[in-house]
């Protein structure tokens, strides 16, 4: 099964590059008349922090004002997070890093079944039937989620792997299909067609369980597999291998993550793969699902407290006018009855200056936007930039108050939810350093400068307010989280067990219990937005490592054996084309900047595709060459598909 070809990080000892170390922030710091940041007490950092916020309100109004939420921090720093944002500041801009990765994801699995979680349980991978990684290379990205794949392999699974990079994930597979970056749609229309013209659609699912199916096959129609091997550059043949093999499974996962979503159509994308289990019926049955895994360790569990623009706790529809009146009742506030701004139209905002304060709480978006000389430039327009976070951040470095906060992971108290929508508590071991304070601690004391005394004596209570608002935790109290080792929403009961997995209702003969129908999505293709060409000639498409974590600050200071540094990654074929070397350094330009870098020559690239991670910022922004070209339905942007050229440097002694 695994070739023994080894590519990436897979066990190999090389010479490392230290990046930069972050000292742990130990006190707050206020920006001086002189510009620079200073040490502050906290009675002055959060009377400057709240100054600044109460009088951007007061000129602008209340969407003149955004909160950037925590994906790594608990729930309850969540919930609270969004909840200074509607009832201190009276608006909806409140989002996270959820709409850099998996915000795609949520609006597919909404607009297909009504809900934006991942509908199946780890441990149902491991007593499946077929497994399609797709996009994914969750041996890196997801380890602790591949420890279950493995298991379902060694159980009997058989798996297959899409990703244009013959990765260390795929070695595992029993087929690789590598399609051509951005042509994800084509492959899935294809599969999608081949089933349905070897007579292996679910019909009485389809018939029952799902709406548009006709229209669907009419789309499909065209992508015969020779016609999508002429677009995505599978073979026909390894195409009707995975659309018999998934089509038959009596039970199938199929998973993604980044690889499909972070397309300027990522929408889309999920919407084309979720087309298939609902062809297939493999959806809302143990063991058969679709499953997006998250990359951070709350960034679903952030969405579901409310940390996104378009919904209240408990994934609540703030259009809806109940889901509205419950919460104003509980906050004794007005809601506004619109959807405020995703992270990508905040950004958007300070451009054409409507947005001119931000509160940040553990994200770094200086370094983790696409087109990242731009998002410098935009935070930088702000009038007011307050950053709560455990390291002094490039984003923090140009903020005016910097409060130091707890790590969620290690010094605080509460809950988080993973990918499997499994609530879990978490809990403080260690005294949070220096003058560090923990992140509900400081939110709430901001709020009380501004004028609502919250009481909040714990992470419990926090808790125990958000399940009297959502349905979906009613059931989980913190004894029956530490009881049962967590608990997957959604828990309505306080006394029976949730199930694994989700949307059995589509399986029901009794149409009251079954419920509104999954309709089929009707995504065409189009293509990537930064096209190749003769001055741009390479695909460069962007990932991750096993031994980093995204841009780095919180890996950076932690030794690594596997580390590297930051490298250009080509295939043997374009090394040799460009003249180039590994460890060469060459210049790397798209058309919004240039990065130096060194060339690794990585066996699981094919001729034209080039590999860089966004974990090394500060040596080597990735971030200035990826375009900021977003999904018009989730605002993600497509930093997947960059063009790029390499250039040889000329040694100064030549």
Sequence with gaps: MNNGRTNGNDGRRRKGRQPKSYERLTHPLVRDEGGSLRRASWDEALTRAAAGFRRTRAAYGPDAFAMLSCARATNEMNYVAQKFTRVVMGTNNVDSCNRTCHAPSVAGLTAAFGSGGGTSSYEEVEHTDLIVMWGSNARFAHPIFFQHVLKGIRNGARMYAVDPRRTSTAEWAESWLGPDVGTDIPLAHAIGREIIHAGLVNTAFVERATTGFEEYAALVEPWTPSAAEKVTGVPAEAIRDLAHAYATAERAQLCWTLGITEHHNGTDNVRALINLSMLTGHVGRYGSGVQPLRGQNNVQGGGDMGAIPNRLPGFQDILDPRSRQKFERSWDTVIQPRYGKTLTEMFEAMESGDLRAVYCIGEN?????????????RLASLDHLVVQDIFLTKTAEMADVVLPAAAAWAETDGTTTNSERRVQRVRAALVPPG???????????LAGRLGHDWKFTDAETVWNELRALS???????????????GLQWPCPDTEKLPSSFLHARLWETDPVRRGPAA????????????????????????????DSYNTGVQSGSYASPLRRGEYIELCPEDAEAYGVTSEEQVRVSSRRGSVTAPVWIDHGLRPGLAFMTMHFPDEIDTNQLTIEANCPIAGTAEFKASAVRIEKLVPAWT
């Design 365 to 377: 978006p200086a370094q983790s936007e696409a087109d990242s000389e731009q998002a410098v430039r």
């Design 519 to 546: 309709p089929f999505g009707l995504v065409a293709h189009d293509p990537p937005v930064d096209l190749t060409d003769e001055t741009y000639p390479l695909r460069l498409t962007t990932g991750r490592r096993l």
């Design 435 to 445: 003058e560090a304070r923990e992140d509900i601690d400081i939110i709430c004391a």
């Design 471 to 485: 349905p979906d935790h009613f059931g989980m109290t913190y004894d029956r989280l530490a009881e049962h080792q």
